[in-house]
């Protein structure tokens, strides 16, 4: 028996230690640890709850308008505002945005390292590349000439001997399986990717003012419309948008949909490793009709247990039953005792630190051992995220999903149980993608729309004014993160913040084990998994990568006495 320390786990958002007991090659126990302590609840107190929105944004650098919008929702929700039908459509874009941005970053620059060898690449034929590339996709730049001045370039940067964010790969692992020009193939779009992933976001420039903590308001977004000014959304603006959203058609289905599949294809045996846990949640996005008919979502809401696609439970954020944090393995304490779980309403976060502080040889799994708090939803462990997303739609029968996941198990030859995988989570991701990317188009020519028919309203005043709030109110704002269900809860009193809680995505999949010992989504997920040498534990990284951790907004604040380990450590 082996007992395998990761930490930190790197291309993520945070700070988060992976620790695996690994027998007879395989992994047989688990444990997931967040090394930041949590705090943004604290620093809401006593505040307006209009401003709360630009603080909880801050919780992270990436998912950044997710919270923001989550935030006014709760505001919203507790004083029974309804926004225009603009403001609800500027909302869905900045949604759209920021998914389709993150999962082309995620695929490309934080998880595709673990399926593509970039030192491989070096060894690729340009020619036999550009064959690849024309094969699988119209992208117009895939030229022999092309990819021949990428790999000279590539190999002049690896012969400096500076590898940079490259340097610590396990570059020619037995893990890797892609040919050379495969890899040169997607070390390509590596670099072009970055390039365009700056350009989507302007999206966000224009209708939220800057990026990536765009502006938000309570009652509708901070934006005026009107086609004829130069500081206000104007024609010139909203073609602007337009061209973006084109662009980003173009860059999702002729460049990250056939690499998936493409790399997808090499590494079927994935199909059958990291599946997890079988609950699955979502709270659904991107209404159509208003946020208070979630009927009308593009993204559905509801909870699968058991892997069964034929019954979706309904999903109630007010219910103080069905949501509740738990704290028995977390740095935390609740007045009435750490083995019971508390509805975010009545959320409690008072730091318990125990134990030696870090750097920890190894955590004390019997006790605390992370800063995450531990959701669970009718006491079921619950997996969130892209995958999520797509199961519960796929079993409402939506037929947008199920068209895109058809087809993509239909091209890789795998049945649909290949979605309860590491490989199913991570296409699952780029196909939502695909269909994100396309309802951009849609909340723009309804926008439009709007705006010749004369509706250019963004805002309501209704209840701005304090004086017309009840002394006390509860709130809730849902929304779906890039990684998941997200949602704050907001309990108002005397005008001013007098709870706030945070329940993040990551909470839901990186926290440790609950007071009944159920391990969540990281911990149950790499169960099993093999592990061909546990000193390059490439495997490990794949199967959190695919959860596209984001640990910043799971735990908030850095503990000024602990350090960071910067190595893997085997024992």
Known sequence: MARVVVDPITRIEGHLRIEAVIENGKITDAFSSGTMVRGFEKILKGRDPRDAWAFTERACGVCTTVHALASVRTVEDALKVSVPKNAELIRNLMFCTQMVQDHVVHFYHLHALDWVDIVSALSAKPEETSKIAQTISSWPRSSPAYFSDLQKRLKGFVDTGQLGIFANGYWGHAAYKLPPEVNLLAVAHYLEALEWQKEIVKIHAIFGGKNPHPNYLVGGVPCSINIDEVNAINTERLNQVGQLIRDAITFVEQVYIPDLMAIAGFYKDWAAIGGGLQNYLCYGDLPTRGYNEPDSFKFQRGAILN????????????????????????????????????????????????????????????????????PRWKDHPMEVGPLARMLVAFAKGNTEVKDVVTEALQKLNVPITA???????????????????????????????????????????????????????????????????????????????????????????????????????????????????PEQPVEILRTIHSFDPCLACAVHLYDPDGKHIHQVQFY
């Not at 609950?514 to 169960?527: K, T, V, W």
């Open 307 to 374: 892997r069964n696609l034929n019954e979706v439970f309904e999903v109630n954020g007010r219910d103080n039953e069905e949501i509740k944090e738990y704290i028995a393995h977390s740095w935390y304490s609740y007045a009435g005792g750490d083995q019971k779980g508390l509805h975010p309403w009545a959320g409690e976060t008072e730091f318990n630190f125990t134990g030696p502080k870090p750097p920890f040889e190894q955590l004390n799994v019997e006790g605390k051992y992370s800063w995450v708090k531990t």
């Open 419 to 533: 979605l309860f995988s590491t490989l199913g989570r991570t296409a699952a991701r780029g196909l939502e993608t695909r269909l994100v990317v396309h309802w951009m188009k849609g909340f723009y020519d309804e926008l439009l729309d709007n705006i010749k028919a004369g509706d250019v309203r963004t805002f309501t005043r209704e209840k701005w004014d304090p004086s017309t709030w009840p002394d006390v109110c509860e709130g809730v704002g849902l929304s779906e993160a890039p990684r998941g269900a997200l949602a704050h809860w907001i309990r108002i009193k005397d005008k001013k913040i007098d709870n706030y809680q945070l329940v993040v995505p990551s909470t839901w999949n990186a926290s440790p084990r609950d007071a009944n010992g159920q391990r969540s989504a990281y911990e149950e997920s790499l169960i099993g998994t093999p592990v061909a040498n």
